[in-house]
């Protein structure tokens, strides 16, 4: 158990509709990041927040946002699902981020599918 | 982008025997991490080595890193049927705005 929990474990959605996904990082830790992983593949890097502000983001539209708040906890949004969208979404926290020498602590996913 | 290969995609052996898996990456990075992921649920770090290491130990495992050749490998010993599971590289690029890039997988079954 890495201490990171997401919520919800599982969930349907409609194309066209959106989804907020949540994740409370592990105590002590002050910055988020979230992947996406599609069946068969690795994880790929969405973004990453850092105290409150979005520090890096992958190769996703801006459909895809999120947010920190001030206990470090995190959202990530997706308007407009398409099916493609469906996915294990992780979030990861981890430490203040020292030139990468931090180790990320994953959380156990949200299995999301769009009909 | 999936900067990491891992190779093989599978393996299979029996309880007790060694696993070694590859990885491949395509640019200068900070450091590379491998991460273990049982049936498609959360990923549990395994191991970092910098980019200045060149070997690292950790219990039964062992990730050697060669720059030069941007690849390194995991190596688990006297595996065990628990060991069963996909196994992920990742790596930190240098100077890029992404924090992980995560190859596709290795994935180990290990037999009883």
């Known amino acids: 158990e890495t201490g990171v929990t997401q919520s919800p474990t599982h969930l349907i959605k409609t194309r066209g509709q959106q989804v907020t996904l949540r994740c409370s990082s592990q105590?002590?830790?002050?910055?988020v990041s979230w992947y996406q992983q599609a069946l068969g593949q690795g994880p790929q890097f969405i973004f990453q927040y850092y105290r409150e502000e979005e520090n890096g983001r992958g190769n996703f539209p801006p459909r895809f946002s999120g947010l920190q708040f001030p206990n470090y906890s995190s959202e990530l949004n997706v308007n407009a699902l398409e099916l493609d969208d469906s996915a294990l979404y992780l979030c990861a926290s981890s430490s203040e981020w020292r030139g990468g020498w931090e180790t990320q602590y994953f959380g156990p996913g949200t299995r999301l599918l769009v009909l | 982008s999936q900067q990491g290969e891992e190779d093989p995609q599978a393996l299979s052996i029996q309880e007790g025997e060694n696993a070694t898996m590859n990885c491949s990456y395509k640019?200068?990075?900070?450091?590379l991490q491998w991460y273990r992921q049982n049936s498609g649920r959360g990923l549990v770090h395994l191991i970092l080595i910098r980019s200045n290491e060149r070997e690292k130990h950790s219990g039964r495992l062992r990730v050697t890193l060669d720059t030069s050749k941007k690849s390194s490998s995991l190596l688990i010993t006297a595996s065990r049927a628990a060991d069963t599971a996909s196994y992920f590289c990742?790596?930190?690029?240098?100077?890029?705005?992404?924090?992980?890039?995560f190859g596709k997988g290795t994935k180990l079954t290990v037999n009883p």
């Open positions: 640019t200068s990075i900070n450091n």
């Open positions: 105590s002590g830790h002050n910055t």
């Open positions: 990742a790596t930190e690029p240098q100077g890029g705005s992404e924090k992980l890039v």
